[in-house]
C-alpha cells in the first residue's frame, strides 16, 4: 500500500482548544470547522471537541447540515449566514445560529417571518468596520435593528460581530481602527442593548489581541496548531494537529552536473543522493515548492530538491546517515516541519496548505483526554 498519510491527533486538536477557551476567558469560544475543519474532516474533529465545545462555527448551511447529520448538537453559527429565502427554514429546524451581514439577508429574514415561521435562536449581525467584505455600515445598524425588532427579535437573541482583516500583523494600526469604529457603532446604539454579546476576535486577535477578546472568540487556525501572525510565534502550548508523512521509495546517486526530475530543474553541485519520496501536488502538496523547501526525512532535516511531480517529491539525502533508504519515514508538514515553514517557502499561508491535502488516507488518532 502506498505509505502516504495524514495522521490527524484529536487530542492535540482537543488540548488546542481548551487552551484557546481558557486563553479566551471570560469570553467563550466558537471552534471554527469550516472547510471540512482546515482539511482535517470536520465531523470527526467536531465530534472530538463536542464534549468541551462553546460551539461550533462554519461558512455556510451545507457545512452546518453535514455536522447535525453526524449527530454534532452543539450550536453551530453559519458566518455567511443564510445565501436563499429558503434557507432561514432549515436554520431553524436545525437550531443554527445565523449571521445577518447584508440587506438582503434581512428581507429573506422577513420573508421568512411572514410566513408565520419562527426567526433563528441566535442572529449574529455583523458590522463592517473596515475590512469591507461582509457586514452592515455602522450607520446602518439603527435601521437594522428596527427591522429585527418588528420580527421579534430581541436583543437576548442577538450578538454583534465584525471580523478584522490585519490582525495578524500585531501592532498593525488598521486593527485599532476597526476595533474602535465598532465600538463607537455600538455605543451610538439605545441602552436596551449594551449588554449585547460581541465577537471580534479570530485566531490571531485571540493570541495577539486582548483588546479584541470580546464574549465570543472564533478561532479557527490555531485550534489545528498553525501559526496565524506573520512575526510571532505560535505559542508553545499549541501543536500542530495534522502530521502529512510518506516513506522513500527510491534512492540514487547523481554526479554534479547531473539534473533530477521534470524540467531537469535542479542541478546537483556535488555529488548528490536523491531520495523519492511517494507524495505530489495530487495530495495536495504544493507544486511551488521550491528547492529547499524543508522536509523531515527519518528525523533529519534536510530539504526538498527539484520539481514537485503529481505523485512523487524528491529530497537530498546526501548528508544523511547511509542507513536512511527506502522506506524511511518522511514528514512533510506536522511537528518536525511546521506546515507555515513550508507555506512561507511556497508563497502561501499554513491555511491553504490544509485545506488542500486530499487523495491520502487520513488516519485519525483519538482523543484519549475526555477525563483531562
Ligand atoms: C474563518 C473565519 C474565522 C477563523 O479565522 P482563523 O484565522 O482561522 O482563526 C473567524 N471568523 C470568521 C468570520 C471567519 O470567516
Not at 63 to 91: F, H, M, Q, S, W
Not at 106 to 112: Q, R
Not at 200 to 222: F, T, V
Request: aromatic fraction near 6%; charge should be neutral; glycine fraction near 8%.
Amino acid at each position: 500500500m502506498r505509505p502516504a498519510l495524514a495522521t490527524i491527533d484529536l487530542d492535540a486538536l482537543v488540548a488546542n482548544y481548551r487552551w484557546l477557551q481558557e486563553h479566551g476567558k471570560p469570553g467563550r469560544t466558537l471552534a471554527v470547522v469550516k472547510a471540512d475543519a482546515y482539511g482535517h474532516g470536520a465531523v470527526q474533529c467536531a465530534s472530538a471537541l463536542a464534549p468541551f465545545v462553546d460551539g461550533f462555527a462554519v461558512a455556510f448551511l451545507e457545512e452546518a447540515l453535514t455536522l447535525r447529520k453526524n449527530g454534532i448538537t452543539a450550536p453551530i453559527l453559519v458566518l455567511e449566514g443564510c445565501l436563499a429565502a429558503d434557507e432561514y427554514a432549515a436554520c431553524c429546524a436545525h437550531r443554527l445560529w445565523t449571521v445577518v451581514h447584508c440587506e438582503p439577508q434581512l428581507a429573506w429574514l422577513e420573508a421568512h417571518a411572514r410566513r408565520g415561521a419562527p426567526h433563528p435562536e441566535r442572529i449574529w449581525v455583523k458590522v463592517d468596520s473596515g475590512m469591507h467584505r461582509l457586514g452592515f455600515a455602522p450607520e446602518a445598524l439603527s435601521g437594522v435593528i428596527a427591522r429585527l425588532e418588528r420580527l421579534a427579535v430581541e436583543p437576548r437573541h442577538l450578538v454583534w460581530m465584525t471580523h478584522l482583516a490585519c490582525a495578524d500583523q500585531p501592532k498593525h494600526p488598521h486593527t485599532a481602527a476597526q476595533l474602535e469604529r465598532f465600538a463607537q457603532a455600538l455605543e451610538a446604539l439605545p441602552e436596551r442593548y449594551a449588554q449585547v454579546p460581541r465577537s471580534i476576535a479570530n485566531s490571531a486577535a485571540l493570541l495577539a489581541w486582548p483588546a479584541a477578546h470580546g464574549d465570543w472568540a472564533r478561532p479557527g487556525i490555531a485550534l489545528y496548531g498553525a501559526n496565524p501572525l506573520a512575526t510571532e510565534p505560535l505559542p508553545a502550548a499549541l501543536t500542530p494537529v495534522m502530521t502529512l508523512r510518506s516513506e522513500i521509495i527510491a534512492t540514487r546517486w547523481i554526479a554534479a552536473g547531473e539534473a533530477v526530475g521534470y524540467g531537469a530543474a535542479f542541478v546537483a553541485e556535488r555529488a548528490t543522493r536523491v531520495g523519492v519520496v511517494a507524495i505530489g501536488y495530487g495530495d495536495g502538496y504544493p507544486r511551488t515548492a521550491p528547492t529547499g523547501t524543508p522536509v523531515a526525512v527519518a528525523g533529519h532535516r534536510t530539504r526538498l530538491i527539484g520539481r514537485v511531480s503529481m505523485d512523487l517529491v524528491t529530497v537530498d539525502l546526501t548528508d544523511l546517515p547511509e542507513s536512511v533508504g527506502v522506506g524511511a519515514a518522511v514528514e512533510l508538514w506536522g511537528r518536525q516541519v511546521l506546515v507555515d515553514e513550508v507555506a512561507r517557502a511556497v508563497g502561501t499561508i499554513g491555511y491553504e496548505l490544509l485545506c488542500h491535502v486530499r487523495r491520502v488516507p487520513m488516519r485519525y488518532l483519538p482523543a484519549t483526554c475526555t477525563a483531562c
